[in-house]
């Protein structure tokens, strides 16, 4: 498996500003292709630090992907860089001037700055992929048999920069061995637990197949990567471990297929025929949006709604004032409300609903904080739960629990047979 | 100002299964009680990497902190690494075993297994800082007046163990300079024209203060750091080049305090009294995720829908079926429809409404992937824009609408005077 490294250039990482998605975007995109990325270098943009990075990351890698510093402004400082490292000089480029050219028309902007001219300059002996979403263009450098490749931070420029020419031009150069992946999701067992259930399993894996755990939520992704000459030899070797596998934790296994818990619910879904929709109060569109973020959904799903003030819940969802003075808005009763109110608004088969306080200030009844109940409504069916967690921040929050609502009704779609 | 340096341990990052969130929130942190982070390295989970790259990282960092592979399963190594690379070896811990203990119990798991009792073991040098959330402790070792600190990966774990126990140890130990800074949100000011009109301005900063450049969505966010020992002369110096900065630039700033967009929305509308609420059809729930994602939010936001199914837009929404076939769902007209209908379901100030198709495939009428039409309502003043965002993958899409929506709203908040 050839090596790649990346180097994430730009103080806004640094500074706590931006949250770098790029590299795991990339690193997605490369393992596709048999690419492992070994290490990820982010580092501010200074042209001393990003040579010496550049020196370090061909020490380890046959691939080296820079994003970041290359767009007009002073702090950017990426092709400098390039060039010096290269022994390389800047040349503007008339086939790149005519490509930002137009795209600035595009934009309504018929005058091209001093600092726009600039971005039109490549390193002499590079290879240019043109950027269709932004001014700065990415540039590919070869230099004995290894490869580095610069390209802009902005992640919309980025991902189709990777996916519409990188990969393919990786794919050609390069010829690679198959990899072929699982994704076991298991759930409601400890990771310690877990580990110890299948040690001996985990040993006795063939050399070419390596096991990782990925906890995420109160679930936990197991991956099998399979590596060599023969995809189908390499099929039939993963469905060979995850038969021994499987009666070893059977009853917590949900998905062998899916990898986010969206996927997964859209799997199920889509083969049982069964609408949803949502009545959300403490997850504020979260869960909706979650639902809503696999391309596919709007089979299945047919509409969300979040009743925030608790006049809401009363006019729109139809749950009684008395109850809610009663019980008060974060309670048992007023979820299951809530998820009738839901079904019935929407018509669907499944209806979600949340209650709770995400803080860090309670509600009008002084409910406590990190307090969430949530009913999970299928046909006839419904079944209320509780959780506590006041430790998490807001919007982890509510991710936290709108993740959870969606495990718990494929818990339930599978267990109860529905 | 002290230097910092990460180190992110594991696999599950560099193979693009998880973004790394740690670091953000790390660096933010760290800034504020004058560390800059100025290098993070990404490693996989192997002693030799983990000891090699320690040594690079207190060549250029006075504090280094190490997130990840202190979990009970095999692929964990970060404590074996720093033992060797501090001399020093594990023992088992009194104190941290008995909390490990109590917290199993409170999980309802009386049994220990033989992994978790090694989760007991630190450095014998080594301070502890219990974690609360999970099973690893975090530890701090101090060498040469350069501090070293291993924390676990999840970041439910790591965010508490920073804010509550790491960073009050870390601003006991060292005396440091005043941070200030400041973030000035400018809107339709492309980052290259923005660069050149304020260049002799930012020539001229002082050299305690810095500025950067932060593009997110199509707002670019300037920010000033000024450096000091006293917090009063930092502000007042802030001040004086904010007043020289805004003539330049005065129309396109929409916000000189917040930092993200919800913010500013926030502040503007408690401000001014409004309520508000959203119809949302494409953006699938993270319109009001955005909204609701910081707290205060119940104070203006009374609630939100979204009306995937074309059927819901006209049973909840009332938008005529009539006007459906004949604009087709993802038009003008029926963004206008769709944000009446929610002003009056949910009686508010504002009522926001998005109808696009964010792809990869396309709607019942055809309508072209990554078209959105979204109405902005205050009151009784309307606005619809359309926006082509053929590019862009699905979560972006939805993303960078709400986003847009949110700051074209600010927009007319300020520019109306409403």
């Known amino acids: 498996?050839?090596?790649a490294v990346l180097i994430t250039i730009g103080d806004e990482i640094l500074s706590g500003n931006t949250i770098d998605t790029n590299s795991n975007f990339i690193a997605t995109q490369l393992k596709n292709i048999g690419f492992k990325v070994v290490q990820i270098f982010t580092i501010s943009d200074e042209i001393e630090t990003i040579k010496k990075t550049l020196k370090s990351a061909f020490e380890i890698g046959d691939l080296v992907i820079t994003t970041g510093g290359l767009g007009p402004t002073k702090d950017d400082k990426t092709k400098k860089a390039f060039a010096e490292f290269f022994n390389d000089t800047l040349v503007s480029d008339a086939e790149t001037l005519e490509h930002l050219r137009q795209l600035l028309i595009k934009r309504n902007r018929e005058h091209l700055f001093d600092i726009n001219l600039l971005?039109?300059?490549?390193?002499?002996?590079?290879?240019v992929f043109q950027n269709h979403n932004g001014t700065?263009?990415?540039l590919m450098v070869e230099e004995n048999g290894k490869i580095a490749i610069c390209l802009p931070g902005v992640p919309y420029e980025v991902k189709p920069l990777i996916k519409n020419q990188i990969i393919p031009f990786l794919q050609e150069k390069f010829e690679q061995n198959f990899i072929v992946s699982r994704i076991i999701s298991v759930v409601n067992f400890p990771e310690s637990l877990l580990s110890e259930t299948i040690e001996s399993w985990e040993l006795a894996l063939p050399e070419n197949i390596s096991l990782s755990y990925l906890p995420i939520a109160n679930r936990v992704k197991l991956r099998l990567t399979a590596l060599g000459k023969n995809e189908e030899i390499l099929n039939q070797e993963l469905d060979g471990e995850i038969s021994k596998l499987r009666p070893l934790i059977q009853n917590h296994i949900i998905s062998e297929?899916?990898?986010s818990i969206e996927e997964i619910l859209r799997d199920l879904l889509i083969s049982k025929k069964l609408t949803i929709s949502t009545a959300e109060s403490c997850t504020g569109g979260e869960l909706s949006r979650l639902i809503t973020s696999v391309s596919g959904s709007s089979y299945y799903f047919l509409g969300g709604i979040c009743t925030y003030q608790t006049q809401k819940k009363t006019e729109i969802l139809g749950v009684s004032e008395k109850l809610v003075q009663e019980k008060t808005v974060v309670s048992e009763e007023v979820a299951q409300a809530m998820s009738l109110g839901g079904q019935k608004l929407f018509k669907t088969d499944i209806s979600l609903?949340?209650?709770?306080v995400a803080g860090p200030n309670s509600d009008e009844?002084?409910?406590e904080v990190g307090t969430v109940f949530y009913s999970i409504r299928v046909q006839n069916f419904e079944k209320t739960f509780k959780l506590y967690l006041p430790h998490l921040e807001r919007k982890d929050f509510m991710n936290f629990v709108s993740m959870k609502v969606l495990q718990d009704l494929i818990e339930i779609l599978i267990r109860e047979k529905i």
Request: cysteine-free.
């Open 1 to 3: 498996m050839k090596k």
């Open 119 to 127: 971005q039109a300059d490549i390193l002499s002996k590079s290879k």
């Open 136 to 138: 700065a263009p990415s």
């Open 257 to 259: 297929s899916g990898d």
């Open 353 to 356: 609903s949340t209650t709770g």
């Open 365 to 367: 009844f002084e409910s």
